[in-house]
């Protein structure tokens, strides 16, 4: 009696469950769970129909989904969410890539017209799904290179059984058409195994804008309901019926010209309506709820297109949208560069080649707070390095002329008595030799120094003159006083710096003359 288990109502041996479990042999290494053999798969075959629960409801196309972009509100946060991606910078990074790929690549994309590649991409967060076809041109070499992309109607297309996409042609309208390799782009927002149509955001938005168009329907005949004033005419009570017909197409000639000719016999009242407005309160508050969740299905937040938003709401809501803008800039990335790029590398030098890499990014804004600051500690004697400009500013490799300057650091001479000498001799030059530079240079400096002391820092000499005498470089001079007079506005800490290392050159010229007058 051979032995074994029940699975569902097969019976399967243990020596058959053994070689089933055995990597490479059987369930493990095979797919289970497979669209032909779901309960739920109902296209017998021939294509994978769109889950998406509004189309399946409706037994239609996207083209429901691209009539929703008529609508005013619609149309604008589609154009804003779209514009926020397209407002990016673009480059080609070499990465591993070779130079010449590299060189290749960034051909290629100079050419193409990238703000309509990123609109038409951008269409796969509108209807869930995207093609775009690549229309290939001999390049330099033997290899081809693409020369224009379009971006074709997603209801062209399906996917078949394996979540391929297939061109559903007027010969093969069911079943649709294979498409070569590396012919057709494929953009997918949030695809997954059951549904490689993706996810629509438009799908969020179908019923908000039906609702208010509904609403606006029923907000304007009670607009014109109530917004003017009824015309009631009086007649006699037994006036015959074609009479009173007659005052009635009076009246209402009377709504568009206001003018009217009635019997002696009979009168017009003007009736305003009263207590209506509470009603349409109603309809109002239906519309700004529609916008509202059409403004959060695109840009994930209301607040930057509600006119009742503050300041703060607003600018907390365009972080959300920052976010949402960041998902659909890796989306425009992932398929320019898993499969354009791809393709362009495959055809050029091989399937494993490594390929560069298309970025977008966002220019940033230089500080103008940063660069004033900086500037003042540049004229003050600051020395900022080549590291602290391209980190700050987004400088890139060659932007700065990065030749070594030639080295002028020397030692400073310690000592207070000698920085106190200087200002006390300032003025006296007749203790150097006459005509010397050096002399001339020392006496001037010293000049300037001695009354900027007395008027502008006198309350800081006795610190830096411990500093200088601390010190034993220009830099380490420099640094010194930053950490000593942290606590003074940037313009005072200009003067300090611009004074101390003045200091420091004069102290320098003095050590430099007496070393030259001992020999």
Not at 27 to 56: Q, W
Not at 339 to 362: C, K, M, S, Y
Request: some cysteine; proline content about 5%; overall charge negative.
């Amino acid at each position: 009696m051979m032995s074994g288990i029940y699975l569902g109502n097969d019976f399967v041996s243990f020596a058959e469950a053994q070689r089933r479990m055995k990597p490479g042999k059987g369930a493990l290494s095979d797919h289970v769970a497979t669209r032909d053999r779901s309960p739920d798969f109902v296209a017998l075959g021939m294509y994978l129909p769109n889950p998406d629960p509004i189309l399946k409801k409706m037994g239609k196309d996207v083209e429901v989904y691209r009539q929703l972009r008529g609508d005013a509100h619609t149309g604008g946060c589609i154009r804003r969410r779209k514009a926020a991606v397209k407002s990016l910078e673009w480059r080609i990074e070499k990465d591993k890539a070779s130079s010449r790929m590299h060189k290749v690549v960034q051909a290629v994309f100079d050419r193409l017209d990238l703000d309509t590649l990123i609109n038409e991409i951008m269409d796969a967060v509108l209807y869930g799904y995207q093609p775009l076809e690549v229309i290939w041109s001999k390049g330099l070499g033997r290899a081809p290179v693409p020369d224009r992309i379009v971006g074709k109607p997603a209801d062209w297309f399906l996917f078949d059984a394996d979540a391929q996409l297939r061109f559903r042609s007027r010969e093969h309208l069911m079943e649709g058409e294979a498409l070569a390799p590396r012919k057709f782009l494929l953009a997918q927002q949030e695809a997954t195994y059951a549904n490689p149509y993706g996810f629509a955001d438009l799908s969020m938005c179908f019923w908000p804008v039906t609702f208010k168009k509904g609403g606006l329907r029923y907000w304007v005949k009670f607009a014109e309901k109530y917004g003017m004033p009824w015309a009631v005419g009086k007649q006699p009570r037994n006036s015959p019926q074609p009479e009173t017909n007659k005052l009635l197409d009076q009246l209402e000639a009377m709504i568009e010209d206001a003018v009217a000719v009635i019997p002696d016999d009979a009168s017009v009242e003007m009736l305003q309506a009263t207590g209506a407005s509470g009603n349409a309160d109603a309809y109002e508050r239906l519309l700004m709820f529609c916008r509202s969740e059409v403004a959060i299905a695109l840009l994930g937040q209301n607040q930057s297109t509600e006119a009742s938003s503050t300041h703060a709401s607003a600018s907390a809501g365009l972080d959300v949208a920052g976010e949402i803008r960041d998902g659909d800039k890796g989306l425009v990335e992932s398929v320019l560069n898993k499969q354009l790029i791809r393709w362009i590398v495959d055809l050029h030098e091989g399937e494993n080649a490594p390929t560069p890499i298309f970025e977008l990014f966002e220019e940033q804004e230089v500080s103008k707070a940063q660069a004033e600051r900086d500037e003042i500690l540049t004229k003050a004697g600051a020395k900022l390095t080549q590291a602290y400009f391209k980190r700050t500013y987004e400088l890139q490799d060659g932007d700065l002329d990065e030749t070594p300057a030639a080295p002028t650091d020397q030692a400073l001479p310690g000592g207070g008595g000698l920085f106190t000498g200087l200002l006390q001799r300032g003025g006296k030059p007749a203790e150097f030799a006459e005509g010397d530079p050096a002399a001339d240079e020392v006496a001037r400096l010293a000049q300037q120094l001695a009354p900027a002391g007395a008027e502008v820092v006198g309350q800081w000499m006795r610190r830096l003159e411990q500093l200088l005498a601390d010190a034993t470089s220009t830099d380490d001079l420099q640094a010194r006083i930053l950490a000593a007079f942290d606590e003074l506005p940037e313009a005072e800490l200009a003067d300090v710096m611009g004074l101390g290392l003045a200091f420091a050159r004069l102290a320098g010229m003095d050590a430099a003359r007496s070393e030259a007058e001992a020999g």
